[in-house]
């Protein structure tokens, strides 16, 4: 792993889901500050997290929110990262007051459905130029 990915914010995404990519643009619309990297699940990199946190790069039912020495998957790694942005999401912060076995529930139900729902794509996400740096696809 590079030395930047171990500094600053991790966000293992699946590239291919819709709802996945609006969930990296929305990061980069509302972040508090704009420090997260962004991490395609199907790079080396990404499959290198993903292995290290028994999620399975080629059928993800998790994203993976990585901080410091925490690697938060499901509803957990959802709040943390909510903790980076601002915007109409922020509302969903409140999400804490629930116990976490009902908040991974009502996350796997929409990860489990998210193809279905939102949508697959076959182009992994492609950042601007600006925010290039910020980014691991390949």
């Known amino acids: ?24 643009h929305y990061v980069l619309r509302h972040e508090t500050s704009p ?4 991490v395609a699940i199907l790079s080396a990199e990404g499959r290198a997290l993903a292995a290290q946190h028994n999620i399975d790069p080629e059928n993800p ?6 901080e410091g020495d925490k690697a938060l998957p499901a509803s957990d790694g959802v709040l943390a990262l ?11 912060r409140l999400g804490k007051i629930l116990p976490r ?14 193809y279905k729902v939102f949508g ?7 950042p601007t130029p600006e925010n290039r740096h910020r980014f691991v696809l390949t």
Request: hydrophobic share 40%.
């Open 1 to 24: 792993m590079n030395d930047t990915l171990d500094t600053t914010p991790i966000f293992l995404f699946d590239g291919h889901c819709v709802l996945c990519s609006r969930g990296v």
């Open 120 to 126: 697959r794509t076959e182009a992994c996400y492609l």
């Open 82 to 92: 909510l903790r980076h942005v601002g915007g109409p999401a922020s509302v969903f």
């Open 61 to 66: 039912q998790s994203f993976l929110w990585i």
């Open 35 to 38: 420090d997260t990297h962004f």
């Open 101 to 114: 076995p009902l908040r991974d529930w009502m996350y796997y139900a929409v990860a489990k459905r998210r």
